[in-house]
């Protein structure tokens, strides 16, 4: 007998805002935020959600939205779901919950996304000290091909995946999330150097009232107020999975995710069309609506059995990935390098970001020889299907990081070549969308780069 049709388990309306969801979205951890709906294992469901913003991002020729979207309000998510066994029993802390992506997409009549890059005062991105400007490129889906109007001579297939799922945190894991993450708010500056080179801001996201979506909690209650001043931002990845925006998580794909309170309580979003590895512009991949159909399991006691803690107590652990089958296809790429020397000489010791940060402005400078603006680059490295690698953490002082980009989604031939092309080379028009910086921060420039 054929499996059932997966039942709708989360649906969403996108002519409605997040909060007036049949099932209302939410944006931050805690245990005590309620479950919107249950499943048993080995059932067949499907979860709709929203982009990550909660639709605030518009197709409408502008980059307004992304210079002065509120970042206190993401990421929606859809759920919590209760898991239960086959005899009703919760999942318990302990377990191993087994989540297998059986099917996803754009949401039916809602084929589009963007990339972007916030403003450096709002969030910023990766190069931010390069290009603190707000940007932002709509894309249009093809069946699994996406083009830009916004970066011509581009088109690729996406390697569609959640950019976040994970469980609910206990309360003893949600403090020492918040404890350590302010402290290295107040503190970092002082006690690491690396903030002063990736010019990132803030260096936590610490819970804030501001913005802040409890699914099915009334806002402005008693437990509202208490809830939201200890709820978790969803912004970093954590010990329950959350935003590990992993390019590989697609069709086929199973996440063990570790469970900290009864029943779980399973969340998804951000839903990705595709994405470079290390999502560079923040806002960086495909953004887009999206459904995903699910299968889940439970693994009893499988932390304990699977999941070393590397950590002071047995919550310090970390979920296992289980990549599946479906992916693009290419044979040619073209590598840029990048060792831990940052762009005014200095040397750094074995310094993996600082190694990266080299070889996408390698990727970017390069690139913008062929037609493109530096900051069509900037975008479409932080969403085509790209390569990121640490290729060498041992050989003091550098670390050296790579960046592949396939060849084959450019529509000229981008290889180094023994005659340079003469005469005038192909401008690629028209630019991203691009809003001015008003900021008085200084901005980063390679003295020797390509103008």
Not at 69 to 76: A, E, M, N, P, Q
Not at 175 to 186: A, F, K, P, V
């Amino acid at each position: 007998m054929a499996p059932p049709t997966p039942r709708l388990l989360v649906p969403v309306d996108l002519t409605k805002k997040p909060w007036e969801q049949k099932f209302p979205l939410h944006n931050r951890w805690h245990p005590r935020i309620p479950p919107v709906a249950e499943v048993k294992t080995g059932e067949l469901f499907r979860v709709e959600m929203s982009d990550w913003t909660g639709g605030a991002i518009k197709d409408d020729g502008s980059a307004l939205d992304i210079k002065f979207l509120d970042l206190s309000t993401v990421h929606y998510l859809s759920g919590p779901i209760r898991v239960v066994d086959q005899d009703g029993v919760p999942a318990k802390p302990g377990d191993l919950l087994v989540v297998e992506i059986l099917n996803l997409g754009p949401l039916p009549g809602d084929e589009w996304g963007f990339t972007a890059a916030f403003d450096r005062e709002n969030g910023g991105g990766f190069l931010t000290d390069h290009f603190p400007c707000a940007t932002k490129a709509i894309w249009y889906f093809e069946g699994i091909y996406a083009y830009s109007p916004h970066i011509p001579g581009v088109r690729f297939p996406g390697l569609t995946h959640p950019g976040l799922i994970g469980t609910a945190p206990s309360m003893e894991l949600l403090n020492i999330w918040n404890e350590r993450e302010r402290e290295l708010e107040e503190n970092g500056l002082q006690n690491f150097k690396l903030p002063e080179v990736l010019h990132s801001r803030p260096l936590a996201n610490l819970p804030t009232t501001k913005g802040c979506r409890l699914g099915k909690i009334e806002e402005g209650t008693p437990e509202w107020e208490k809830i939201a001043r200890e709820a978790a931002r969803t912004i970093p990845g954590r010990e329950n999975g959350g935003n590990c925006d992993i390019k590989n998580l697609s069709r086929g794909s199973k996440i063990y995710l570790p469970v900290f309170i009864e029943g779980a309580n399973l969340s998804t979003g951000d839903m990705h069309f595709s994405q470079g590895d290390g999502e560079i512009a923040f806002c960086g991949a495909i953004e887009m609506s999206g459904f995903l159909e699910l299968k889940c399991d439970l693994i009893r006691g499988g932390m304990k059995e699977y999941l070393t803690p590397m950590g002071p107590t047995p919550l310090h652990v970390n979920p296992i990935f289980e990549i599946g089958p479906v992916e693009p296809r290419f044979s040619e790429w073209l590598v840029f390098e990048g060792i831990s020397v940052d762009e005014s000489g200095r040397q750094h010791y074995l310094d993996a970001s600082v190694a990266y940060k080299r070889a996408v402005l390698n990727a970017i400078d390069y690139l913008s020889k062929f037609g493109y603006s530096k900051e069509q680059v900037y975008l479409l490295l932080s969403c085509c299907p790209c390569e990121g690698r640490i290729s060498g953490i041992v050989d003091s002082p550098n670390a050296c990081a790579t960046l592949a980009i396939p060849t084959a989604i450019f529509d000229q031939d981008i290889r180094p070549k023994n005659k340079v092309p003469v005469g005038p080379r192909l401008v690629r028009k028209p630019d991203v969308l691009k809003c001015t910086y008003d900021g008085n921060l200084p901005v980063t420039r390679n003295p020797s780069a390509l103008k």
